[in-house]
């Protein structure tokens, strides 16, 4: 399993194919394929907005959140 | 300053609130019964149907009870940390693991075989007891599931998990994605997506990049049906 880097979305190498469709609906143009695989190319870019996490056909793409209150309780 | 954490068989078997009551010779005949594992985070650590584990305590780290449909979709039947045993089904009535089990994070564990955790219980009344206390509140919890997963709307239990996750990310609870809501739910992720998005636009959430931040929360009580 891949380390998780709590700014980008995580790729999961053993599930990801190579199909390039994240990298083609990245609208911040943050994602690459290389050797076959995709990957974050430019995080600090990143919207975290979910697009390729949705396009993924196999569900290697994930994006974690902390759940909080709005008033902090 | 942090609490020394526990690391041999006895220390950890003090460390489990439902041993609290057993007597020194108790706690002392099941951790001489122990053997420690170490899993790293996604490694299963037994499956669904296999002969008994034998009786789990989580020494430190995070565990995912979970069954897997036959096309690969999973529900998570719980999650449990540190402190917590599980798998005592399958020593009890002796049949086959009722669930798999996952490192959810990298995890240590002391494992009781089945035909030693038998012999002890026969031995010492309150190990039996601590057991029956658990198994009740593992029915407990699975009863809540059965109520969920057959009563309440997909946006229900979303709704509900959600003011769940922020009432205990104040106690330094970890970070969930949309696949581990919908494992835990029932459901699929696309599902939970489009849920999320609908509470969105409804102003009960907003997305602060890797938060959810619930706005409204009595909006989202009444959603859960609580």
Not at chain 1, 2 to 15: E, G, H, K, Q, R
Not at chain 2, 47 to 57: K, M, S, T
Not at chain 2, 132 to 149: K, Y
Not at chain 2, 175 to 196: C, D, K
Request: proline share 3%.
């Amino acid at each position: 399993m891949d380390a998780v880097d709590p700014s980008t979305p995580s790729i999961d190498d053993d599930l990801c194919t190579g199909c390039g469709d994240c990298v083609a609906v990245c609208p911040a143009e943050s994602l690459a394929l290389r050797e076959e695989r995709a990957i974050i190319i430019h995080p600090e870019d990143c919207w975290y907005c979910g697009d390729c996490e949705e396009m993924c056909p196999v569900g290697a793409i994930s994006r974690s959140f902390e759940i909080t209150f709005a008033d902090g309780t | 300053m942090s609490a020394k954490r526990p690391h041999t068989a006895l220390e950890v078997m003090r460390s489990v609130p439902y041993f609290a009551h057993l007597d020194a010779a108790a706690m002392e005949a099941v951790a001489g019964k122990a053997t420690r594992r170490r899993y790293s985070r996604g490694e299963v650590i037994f499956l669904e149907g296999d002969p008994c584990a034998g009786l789990h305590v989580i020494q430190k780290g995070r565990i995912k009870l979970y069954k897997l449909s036959v096309e690969g979709r999973e529900q998570i039947v719980r999650l449990l940390g540190t402190g917590e045993f599980f798998n005592e089904v399958a020593v009890f009535d002796r049949g086959s693991n009722p669930v798999s089990a996952m490192a959810a994070l990298d995890t240590t564990v002391w494992v009781v075989d089945c035909s030693a955790m038998l012999d002890l219980v026969g031995k010492h009344p309150a190990l039996a007891a601590a057991i029956i206390e658990n198994l009740a509140s593992s029915s407990r919890h699975l009863l809540s599931l059965v109520e969920d997963l057959s009563l309440r709307t997909v946006s229900a239990r979303l709704a509900k998990l959600l003011l769940a996750q922020a009432q205990s990310s104040s106690e330094g609870s970890r970070r969930i994605t949309q696949q581990e809501m919908a494992a835990q739910l029932g459901t699929v992720r696309e599902m939970v997506g489009r849920v999320l998005r609908t509470f969105e636009n409804d102003g009960l959430i907003r997305f602060d990049r890797h938060r959810i931040v619930v706005l409204d929360r009595e909006g989202l009580e009444k959603e859960a049906m609580i």
